[in-house]
């Protein structure tokens, strides 16, 4: 199926993602309790109240064509492989433990996806007022309510790579794979915001060596794709979304290539 992304459709996504963000923001100003999911991972009153939202709002505000993956109503015991099939991904508070630590670096995520790609991609993170937009038109961003801009990734510097990785899952295996680059500079940050760092060409290369679940990057890969810069396997290939189970293998983002 060929879909009609439009820049009205994106700025919908958007306008959801903003308002889901509100929701998350009247959780993060209060005293609020922690629990653990089964995985052992944390969760909030936020992120099930900002996924509900974002779930209503595009069955009701977008379209109800497609199948709705969120990260909280997921059951993996049920999990099967979409196909080719449209489906919408929704991560609505990425980043928990640093919403929990509330350090600003978490994210409301929402992608579309066709054919096993992400074809538009919304990141907002309500904290920091930024927004996020990747998909056929281009990638953009906007900046404390200022007028949304063009974004696009970079091609490294002759020093070397800007290097961004997870702030709170770093691994002797991603130290290693840091140690074969070329490295001008290095820093951490939490949730989907080190796509955002490629795609706005601050920084060069995200390698992600650890579990990642597709909700976790599916709109990163959008913006970051559409800003010019790829996500890939460590073969090489391309990321593809629909999986039984919906787990990642290993990935790099990159800006432009030198």
Same mark, same amino acid.
């Given at each position: 199926?060929?879909?009609?992304?439009?820049?009205?459709?994106?700025?919908?996504?958007?306008?959801?993602?903003?308002?889901?963000?509100?929701?998350?923001?009247?959780?993060?100003?209060?005293?609020?309790?922690?629990?653990?999911?089964?995985?052992?991972?944390?969760?909030?009153?936020?992120?099930? @109240?900002?996924? %509900?939202?974002?779930?209503?709002?595009?069955?009701?505000? =977008?379209? #109800?064509?497609? +199948?709705?993956? !969120?990260?909280?109503?997921?059951?993996?015991?049920?999990?099967?492989?979409?196909?080719?099939?449209?489906?919408?991904?929704?991560?609505?508070?990425?980043?928990?433990?640093?919403? @929990?630590?509330? %350090?600003?670096?978490?994210?409301?995520?929402?992608?579309? =996806?066709? #054919?096993?790609? +992400?074809?538009? !991609?919304?990141?907002?993170?309500?904290?920091?007022?930024?927004?996020?937009?990747?998909?056929?038109?281009?990638?953009?961003?906007?900046?404390?309510?200022?007028?949304?801009?063009? @974004?696009?990734?970079?091609?490294?510097?002759?020093?070397?790579?800007?290097? =961004?990785?997870?702030?709170?899952?770093?691994?002797?295996?991603?130290?290693?794979?840091?140690?074969?680059?070329?490295?001008?500079?290095?820093?951490?940050?939490?949730?989907?915001?080190?796509?955002?760092?490629?795609?706005?060409?601050?920084?060069?290369?995200?390698?992600?060596?650890?579990?990642?679940?597709?909700?976790?990057?599916?709109?990163?890969?959008?913006?970051?794709?559409?800003?010019?810069?790829?996500?890939?396997?460590?073969?090489?290939?391309?990321?593809?979304?629909?999986?039984?189970?919906?787990?990642?293998p290993n990935f790099i983002v990159r800006g432009l290539e030198s």
């Open positions: 199926m060929t879909l009609n992304i439009t820049i009205s459709m994106m700025e919908q996504v958007g306008d959801l993602a903003k308002s889901a963000g509100e929701e998350i923001m009247k959780v993060y100003n209060t005293d609020f309790k922690v629990k653990t999911k089964a995985d052992g991972s944390p969760v909030t009153d936020a992120d099930k @109240i900002a996924e %509900n939202h974002i779930i209503s709002g595009i069955r009701e505000g =977008i379209t #109800a064509s497609f +199948p709705i993956i !969120g990260e909280e109503s997921f059951n993996i015991k049920e999990s099967t492989e979409i196909g080719n099939e449209p489906f919408w991904l929704v991560d609505a508070l990425d980043g928990t433990s640093s919403f @929990i630590e509330k %350090n600003k670096q978490f994210t409301v995520n929402i992608a579309l =996806i066709d #054919a096993r790609r +992400p074809v538009l !991609g919304v990141i907002h993170a309500p904290a920091l007022g930024e927004t996020y937009w990747g998909g056929p038109s281009g990638a953009f961003a906007e900046f404390l309510g200022k007028p949304a801009k063009i @974004i696009n990734c970079r091609k490294p510097d002759d020093e070397g790579l800007a290097v =961004i990785a997870s702030r709170n899952h770093r691994s002797p295996e991603l130290e290693d794979f840091i140690k074969t680059l070329k490295v001008a500079s290095s820093t951490s940050v939490g949730s989907s915001l080190k796509f955002c760092l490629v795609a706005t060409g601050n920084s060069d290369i995200y390698p992600r060596l650890g579990r990642t679940m597709e909700w976790d990057i599916a709109a990163g890969h959008a913006i970051v794709k559409a800003a010019g810069g790829s996500v890939k396997k460590m073969d090489g290939c391309d990321m593809t979304y629909g999986k039984t189970g919906l787990e990642n």
